[in-house]
């Protein structure tokens, strides 16, 4: 079973960048798919994107392509999401989840990021 | 994008109780569906792939059916620790896109 962990919580200005990472172990990257999921306070559950490490492929939802970048480095196992242009309702915790055997479904997941753009 | 609307978005119910959530695809997603349970500042937790399949630890209350457009996640006997919000997911097609979530309360 494969644990993630997660980079802590972000304060960030509007029109910035905040960077999260998610390290993985217990497992390696082989294989498998770091996806990233975001949740807006009170609110539901967005699928961002995701990235299989071992051919460096990533995917992203039209509505954030061209604002974010998933990457992975796997020398260290981890994963890090970028998000640019960063407004107000981009305050949101992001987790990183890693997705089944069987497959694109999330059964590993991180313990989220907090990120808050405020002025 | 496939939307997946679920119902009902809160139902009160009590312990032993029955509780039968649905979820429908704006189009066939064969069975490619999951549910998920989250509970306050917490990560969601899955709970069903693949429509029906039990994750590994999960009780055997739990179970899912359904295929192609609509879906249903059934809990047989309501136990304390399941009062939390339950969303669905499709994983059949970019962008994978969840269910608002059904929250489970306590009547």
């Known amino acids: 079973q494969v644990q993630l962990v997660q980079s802590g919580t972000e304060v960030k200005k509007p029109g910035s960048s905040v960077n999260v990472s998610c390290k993985a172990s217990g497992d390696t990257f082989s294989g498998y798919s770091i996806n990233w999921v975001r949740q807006a306070p009170g609110q539901g559950l967005e699928w961002m994107g995701r990235i299989i490490p071992i051919v460096d492929i990533a995917n992203y939802a039209p509505k954030f392509l061209g604002r974010v970048t998933i990457t992975a480095d796997k020398s260290t196992t981890t994963a890090y999401m970028e998000l640019s242009s960063l407004r107000s309702e981009d305050t949101a915790v992001y987790y990183c989840?890693?997705?089944?055997?069987?497959?694109?479904?999330?059964?590993?997941w991180g313990q989220g990021t907090l990120v808050t753009v405020s002025s | 994008d496939i939307q997946m609307t679920q119902s009902p978005s809160s139902v009160s119910a009590s312990v032993g109780d029955r509780v039968t959530i649905t979820c429908r695809a704006s189009?066939?997603?064969?069975?490619?569906l999951a549910w998920y349970q989250q509970k306050p500042g917490k990560a969601p937790k899955l709970l069903i792939y693949t429509a029906s399949s039990l994750q590994s630890g999960v009780p055997s209350r739990f179970s899912g059916s359904g295929s192609g457009t609509d879906f249903t996640l059934t809990i047989s006997s309501l136990q304390p620790g399941d009062f939390a919000t339950y969303y669905c997911?499709?994983?059949?097609?970019?962008?994978?896109?969840f269910g608002l979530g059904s929250k489970v309360e306590i009547k």
């Open positions: 997911q499709q994983a059949n097609s970019f962008p994978y896109t």
């Open positions: 189009q066939g997603i064969d069975s490619e």
């Open positions: 989840a890693r997705d089944h055997d069987d497959g694109n479904y999330f059964d590993s």
